[in-house]
């Protein structure tokens, strides 16, 4: 287990557990932010990494920012603030293995783009999730940008704008989320989805991921001539014909690590 400023990461087999720890609220502070950097740079470069699950401590996945902090910027410190914000959560939205985040409580806030920059998210039956800035006098901003390509345009416009809240059925209904379970059933629901990406050939999840991140970054065109090198690069590993192999086989195919 490894220990950054306010975040714990704990190591599951192929996956890292990275848990927010400020309990009970799991508040944003800056020396958080640079935890999460600082997890998720040193996690990137660990090839026996394969899959990531973000969640927190405490009653709330987080509850957001920590108003105290946010209260006393001037301008400029807000912009170099929100700056250093950008740059922790982008370092989750790219990173190179699949990421679920867990939301084991409310996840609000800044806490609700990192969330939105996982490839999945799981929340726990009573979770509420939103971005709430605009009650407190600053617009959503950053990875909030994230938000109407996930749920639709008209759906974000509400949230953004009047800073109510989305409920975990609701985000569920919405496709914001894979999946909902009690609190006591969601460690379980989660792994059970991680388990299913573990399962599948690493070299591939890994082509898979990188593909992801470039369809978000470009156009369909080049999308796609993406993909056709991805599909070439599949082939100069061994994984195609197991996975195949076995499949033909009707066995569990045997990738290695």
């Not at 401590?57 to 509850?63: F, K, L, P, V």
């Not at 914000?85 to 990421?99: C, K, M």
């Not at 998210?121 to 971005?131: F, V």
């Not at 605009?134 to 009047?162: F, Q």
Request: with cysteine; aromatic share 6%.
């Amino acid at each position: 287990m490894a220990d950054f400023a306010f975040v714990r990461v704990e190591r599951r087999g192929g996956c890292a557990w990275v848990t927010l720890d400020r309990p009970p609220l799991n508040l944003i502070v800056p020396e958080m932010v640079r935890g999460i950097k600082a997890a998720f740079e040193e996690l990137r470069e660990d090839p026996r990494v394969r899959a990531a699950v973000l969640t927190g401590s405490g009653r709330a996945m987080t509850a957001g920012m920590q108003l105290q902090f946010l209260r006393d910027l001037t301008a400029r410190e807000a912009k170099a603030f929100i700056a250093t914000l950008h740059d922790a959560i982008h370092t989750v939205h790219e990173a190179p293995f699949p990421t679920v985040c867990m939301m084991n409580g409310h996840c609000l806030g800044g806490g609700f783009e990192l969330a939105m920059a996982c490839d999945m998210r799981t929340a726990a039956t009573e979770a509420l999730m939103g971005l709430p800035e605009i009650r407190v006098g600053v617009p959503s901003v950053i990875e909030a940008a994230l938000l109407p390509p996930l749920i639709g345009p008209a759906r974000a416009a509400e949230c953004l704008l009047t800073g109510d809240s989305i409920s975990a059925r609701q985000a569920l209904e919405w496709g914001l989320i894979n999946r909902v379970a009690p609190s006591a059933e969601l460690g379980q629901a989660t792994a059970e989805l991680i388990d299913r990406v573990l399962e599948c050939a690493p070299a591939a999840v890994r082509l898979q991921k990188e593909l992801i991140i470039r369809w978000r970054n470009t156009n369909l065109r080049s999308a796609v001539e993406f993909g056709i090198d991805a599909f070439a690069q599949a082939y100069a590993t061994e994984e195609p014909r197991e996975a195949m192999q076995a499949f033909l086989d009707k066995r569990t195919p045997r990738f290695h690590s």
